[in-house]
């Protein structure tokens, strides 16, 4: 069972370096003659001591011809390492290269919808530390083993022709330390899988613990969550220490048979005694005190190379399940539409084809006009408007604009028919002037500072140590409603006809509420506005107003239609009535 899961997880680390196999395998070839070239001058020493010890004449001859290929194997050696490295390591960069390309290909073709907090996070640990991770599995690992494995069968065939019965005592310690290894590391992908659980575990009490410092401790919880921050702890050390204390006597024994000493130790034992009985002469074993030890000393280069591969191969998994995707369809035949009337036709639409989120949406949105979609939380609001600038694809239906199915537009037409803005505000770490000019890379300056004006956000950006050249999260560090009529501007230099608006002023302060909604009533003038309504006093100019419960429209018209109907709109505007001040969606 472990041998089938350790293949089948290498199966993603091996598909991705499938492009740089072949220079993979010269490189392990050149790695191979480096090793057979490396043990060739303990031969040689151990040949010449037999030349030297041996009785007279003196061959002096041989002596030289022993020297000169130990030189010359050195010199080999050295070649052929500096060979195999620098061709691992520009096939490694080149791989690296390869699959940054090949994600953010994929990922700009991956619905928006799926970007996230949580899968922002996966895309960075698969871009960055993911792919470097590879780096010690193509740059070191495979020569590594090549060289591990090399090594010892060149010196053990070597050591045969020798004294086979030496040999097979040299063998004995590898042997032991094989079986040792093996009852060591049975059932270590269970362990690993709790150990990262554990980990886990005191991650999150951790963050916890940290992020909720100051509101734990303004009632009076921070001894409870210091408590449950130490249980974790605690949890994870005494897993730690009964996995470890297992492993101690088991570790460090398959250490020490494993070690060179030991092997020495082992053929000068069965050397002495041999010698003793006349089975071999002290000429005989001498080649086992200098090589012997070669038989075990790669194993430890062999357990840090498998760590590599495990390393590697989770990283792996990680890069080909964020390559393995969904992502959007392109349009075959790419069509651009002729207006900026909307149609939601027998729309439906469930994540991951299972959870259905909407159903049976038959809505029209009037150029010029304001559409506003409200609805008890979980009701569909904003999966609705998600769909028209397509985060995703539905599941059943279509949705048009200017009679043109949004599938069958590129992206570069969709979205400048539709833009958007919404609660969750994100600014790049670029300059203040590119963020704004995102939709409109080429856009003037005059024409970004006015998007700028227009939302009320001019003042604040020349008030940056290099205004609009200003670096957000270095030298512009924006506050919340300052970051939403940042978005604003974008929208308004972008000027797409329809606008999807997720209330901007939810989280707001009342100064920045009222600056928000002043940019807002620039952005709004003219477009065909989808909004999504958490303030009911905010839309009730609105042309229509749609009520979402359980992912359909119960009821849809205008606000005081609404109220007389005495239905689900009714109880959620009784429920929001005396809140906070009156400002309504106008054009």
């Not at 009852?183 to 899988?193: L, N, P, T, V």
């Not at 130490?230 to 005494?238: A, K, L, P, Q």
């Not at 609009?468 to 308004?492: P, T």
């Not at 018209?557 to 709109?569: I, K, P, R, T, V």
Request: proline letters at 4%; charged letters at 15%; aromatic letters at 6%.
């Amino acid at each position: 069972m472990v041998g089938t899961d350790t293949s089948t997880r290498a199966a993603p680390a091996v598909d991705l370096i499938a492009p740089i196999k072949g220079r993979i395998w010269l490189a392990c070839a050149i790695q191979a003659i480096a090793a057979v070239a490396g043990i060739i001058p303990f031969i040689a020493v151990a040949e010449l001591g037999r030349v030297l010890l041996a009785e007279p004449p003196l061959d002096v001859s041989r002596a030289w011809t022993i020297a000169s290929v130990a030189v010359g194997a050195l010199a080999v050696r050295l070649v052929c390492l500096m060979a195999a490295a620098a061709i691992t390591h520009i096939a490694d960069l080149d791989l690296q290269l390869d699959l940054r390309r090949r994600m953010a290909a994929h990922l700009a073709r991956v619905p928006l919808g799926w970007f996230g907090e949580r899968n922002a996070g996966l895309v960075k640990k698969a871009l960055q530390d993911d792919v470097s991770a590879i780096h010690h599995l193509v740059g070191h690992s495979y020569t590594n083993m090549v060289s591990a494995t090399v090594t010892p069968l060149a010196a053990l065939s070597y050591l045969i022709w020798v004294d086979w019965w030496l040999t097979i005592v040299a063998l004995v310690p590898v042997a032991i330390g094989i079986g040792l290894y093996a009852a060591q590391y049975r059932g270590y992908g269970e362990k690993m899988e709790a150990y990262g659980r554990a980990l886990a575990d005191v991650n999150t009490a951790a963050v916890e613990f940290a992020q909720g410092i100051a509101v734990i401790k303004a009632f009076g919880q921070a001894q409870s969550a210091h408590v449950r921050f130490i249980e974790r702890t605690r949890d994870f050390v005494h897993f730690f220490w009964e996995w470890m204390r297992g492993l101690l006597v088991m570790s460090a024994a398959t250490e020490i048979v494993l070690s060179p000493l030991f092997t020495l130790l082992a053929v000068l034992t069965a050397g002495l005694l041999m010698i003793g009985v006349g089975l071999t002469t002290p000429l005989e074993v001498l080649p086992f005190v200098i090589l012997a030890p070669a038989l075990t000393a790669p194993f430890m280069t062999l357990s840090y190379a498998q760590n590599d591969m495990m390393v590697a191969q989770r990283a792996a998994e990680r890069i080909a399940d964020l390559l393995n995707r969904p992502h959007l369809a392109a349009p075959v035949n790419p069509t651009k539409p002729k207006g900026s009337h909307v149609a939601f036709r027998d729309v439906s639409f469930a994540y991951d084809g299972k959870t259905q989120a909407v159903s049976d949406i038959d809505l029209v949105l009037e150029p010029g006009t304001v559409t506003a979609l409200v609805g008890p939380s979980g009701s569909g609001k904003s999966t609705l408007a998600r769909l028209l600038p397509r985060f995703w694809d539905v599941t059943r239906g279509s949705i048009e604009i200017g009679g043109v199915p949004v599938t069958d537009m590129t992206s570069d037409t969709l979205y400048g028919s539709v833009s958007f803005v919404f609660q969750d505000v994100q600014l790049l770490r670029s300059s203040i002037a590119d963020n704004i000019a995102l939709g409109r890379p080429d856009a003037p300056e005059i024409e970004i500072e006015g998007a700028a004006r227009a939302a009320q956000i001019h003042d604040r950006i020349i008030s940056l140590p290099h205004g609009y050249r200003s670096v957000v999260g270095e030298d512009a560090h924006l506050s919340g409603g300052e970051a939403q009529r940042v978005s604003i501007a974008r929208a308004l230099l972008a000027d797409a006809p329809i606008l999807v608006l997720d209330e901007a002023t939810s989280f707001a302060d009342p100064e920045s509420e009222a600056a928000i909604q002043d940019a807002l009533s620039t952005l709004v003038a003219g477009r065909t506005l989808l909004v999504i309504a958490h303030r009911l006093h905010t839309i009730t100019g609105a042309d229509q107003i749609c009520v979402l419960d359980g992912g359909r429209i119960v009821e849809r018209g205008s606000h005081g239609d609404l109220l007389a109907e005495q239905g689900l709109y009714t109880d959620l505007w009784a429920a929001h009535r005396g809140g906070s001040n009156r400002v309504e969606v106008t054009q």
